[in-house]
């Protein structure tokens, strides 16, 4: 079991900056593909960002140039760097795991999610 905990959301101007950090639990972090998703009000969780174990990484159009993932395998931590922020990236962003179990001779998806922190981008 993967517990995920999120932390560094705020309220922010827009054209400002903010890192959230997403603290893992257990000894599998390095084996993990991490992520970051985002809801905002009123609308469906939706994916920002992905960092796979290669450190391989992947983002939404919307935020491509201004938001960077990154990991820390020696710390069990993946962040989110999120710059030139705007009112429609506010929302509640939560940090993704995920890994594949082998049972049998399939390969099973487990995917791990935190609580979400709230990120509001406001004058």
């Known amino acids: 079991q993967v517990q995920l905990v999120e932390s560094g959301g705020g309220l922010v101007q827009p054209g400002g900056s903010l890192r959230l950090s997403c603290a893992a639990s257990?000894?599998?972090?390095?084996?993990?593909?991490m992520g970051w998703y985002r809801q905002p009000p009123g609308k469906q969780r939706e994916l920002v960002a992905t960092i796979t174990t290669g450190f391989t990484t992947d983002y939404a159009d919307s935020v491509k140039g201004r938001f960077t993932i990154s990991r820390d395998n020696a710390n069990n931590t993946v962040f989110l760097h999120m710059n030139s922020l705007k009112p429609e990236d506010t929302a509640v962003y939560y940090c993704?795991?995920?890994?594949?179990?082998?049972?049998?001779?399939?390969?099973?998806?487990?995917?791990?999610w935190g609580q979400g922190t709230q990120v509001t981008v406001s004058s």
């Open positions: 993704n795991a995920r890994r594949t179990v082998l049972m049998g001779i399939t390969n099973i998806p487990v995917v791990y």
């Open positions: 257990g000894s599998i972090f390095s084996s993990l593909t």
